[in-house]
C-alpha cells in the first residue's frame, strides 16, 4: 500500500466524483481508479459504493477515511519537522490558539508584547479540541498553547503531566440571541421542560462543553436546552445565533461589537455568564532555544504554575 492510495481515497471522500478526484491527484481516470481498486483490495473491503450519484463511502469506508486522515497528518507532520530540524535554532515560537483567540486576542496580545517577529501562529491548530493541543506540546507540533481555562472543576479529564503554564488574561462566556423588532432576545433562558430554549452548542467533548455544563450544575435555577448543533469553533456557532436559530454562549471579546450594535442581545442576565481564564501552555523541558527568554518577558505581571495529574 503507498502512501499516495491513501491521498487518493482522502480526495475522493472529498469530492465524490472519480473524475474530479482524478484531476486534483494529476492522474488520468483511469489510472486513479485502478489505484481504488487497488487499494480496496490491499484492504480487503469494498471502500466506494459507486451504485449511488454522487458516490457515496461504506461503513467500512468512513471508518477507513478516518485512518487515512490520521496517517497523512501524521506523515505530513514529521515531514515538516524533519524538514526544520537544520534550522531548529531560527525558528520562530509557534503558537496554537482556537480561533476566536487567535482572531480576538492574539494579534493585540502579540503587538503589546512586541512578539510579532518571535512568535507565529499555528493556524492548524483553529479547529483543534483541548487535548490535541496538549498532545501537540508533547510532540513537540508546538511550542505554546493559548487556551480557554474554567476557573471551577469539570468533569472533562486531561493529562497536563510535564506542563506549565502562565495565566495571561480574563473572559468570559455570555449567553445571547438575535434580538427581534423590539430590541428584546428572541430567545430567553432558562427554558422550560415543556418548551426548552434552541441552542447551537458547542463540541460535547471539548473544554468550554464541560464549563458550561459545570455551570449549569452548580446554578440554583434549572435550564432547559434542546440541542440543535455542535460546533468547535466559536465563529461557526455566532453565525448559526445571528440567523436566529437558536441562542448560544459565546466570548465577550467576540460579541461584545454586535451587542453595542444591537445585532445580538443578552439571553439571560450575569448569573447565566461562565468566567473563564486564558492560560498559555508550554512545556517545562522544551528544546526551542528562544522560549525561555520569552516565558520570563511574560512572567512579569502573570502567574507561572507548574500541573500534573489530570485537570480540570
Not at 468570559?172 to 427554558?191: E, H, I, K, Y
Not at 486564558?278 to 525561555?292: G, K, V
Amino acid at each position: 500500500m503507498e502512501l499516495r492510495w491513501l491521498e487518493d481515497f482522502i480526495v475522493l471522500a472529498e469530492t465524490r466524483h472519480f473524475s474530479r478526484a482524478a484531476d486534483q491527484q494529476n492522474v488520468t481516470q483511469p489510472t486513479f481508479s485502478r489505484r481504488i481498486k487497488l487499494l480496496e483490495e490491499s484492504m480487503g473491503t469494498t471502500l466506494i459504493n459507486r451504485q449511488t450519484l454522487p458516490l457515496s463511502l461504506t461503513p467500512a469506508g468512513e471508518e477507513f477515511l478516518i485512518l487515512c486522515q490520521q496517517i497523512t497528518e501524521r506523515v505530513r507532520v514529521t515531514r515538516e519537522r524533519l524538514k526544520n530540524l537544520g534550522h531548529e535554532d531560527a525558528r520562530r515560537i509557534k503558537l496554537a490558539a482556537p480561533q476566536s483567540l487567535v482572531t480576538h486576542f492574539v494579534p493585540g496580545w502579540l503587538e503589546a508584547h512586541a512578539l510579532h517577529a518571535q512568535v507565529e501562529p499555528y493556524l492548524r491548530a483553529t479547529s483543534w479540541l483541548v487535548g490535541e493541543y496538549f498532545q501537540a506540546l508533547e510532540r513537540g507540533e508546538v511550542d505554546l498553547a493559548l487556551c480557554y481555562w474554567p476557573e471551577s472543576r469539570t468533569a472533562l479529564e486531561l493529562d497536563l503531566g510535564g506542563v506549565r503554564y502562565l495565566e495571561i488574561g480574563e473572559e468570559r462566556l455570555v449567553p445571547v440571541s438575535l434580538a427581534n423588532l423590539d430590541g428584546q432576545p428572541r430567545f430567553v433562558l432558562p427554558g422550560s421542560k415543556r418548551e426548552p430554549v434552541p441552542h447551537i452548542a458547542y463540541h460535547p467533548s471539548g473544554l468550554i462543553a464541560a464549563a458550561l455544563h459545570a455551570h449549569w450544575g452548580r446554578s440554583r435555577q434549572e435550564v432547559h436546552l434542546a440541542t440543535l448543533n455542535e460546533n468547535i469553533q466559536t465563529s461557526n456557532i455566532r453565525e448559526l445565533v445571528q440567523q436566529g436559530y437558536g441562542l448560544g454562549w459565546l466570548p465577550w471579546r467576540t460579541v461584545r461589537h454586535l451587542l453595542e450594535a444591537g445585532e445580538l442581545t443578552r439571553a439571560g442576565d450575569q448569573r447565566w455568564d461562565v468566567p473563564l481564564s486564558l492560560r498559555l501552555y508550554f512545556r517545562h523541558d522544551s528544546r526551542h532555544p528562544s522560549l525561555p527568554g520569552l516565558l520570563q518577558q511574560l512572567a512579569t505581571g502573570s502567574t507561572t504554575t507548574s500541573t500534573t495529574g489530570h485537570a480540570p
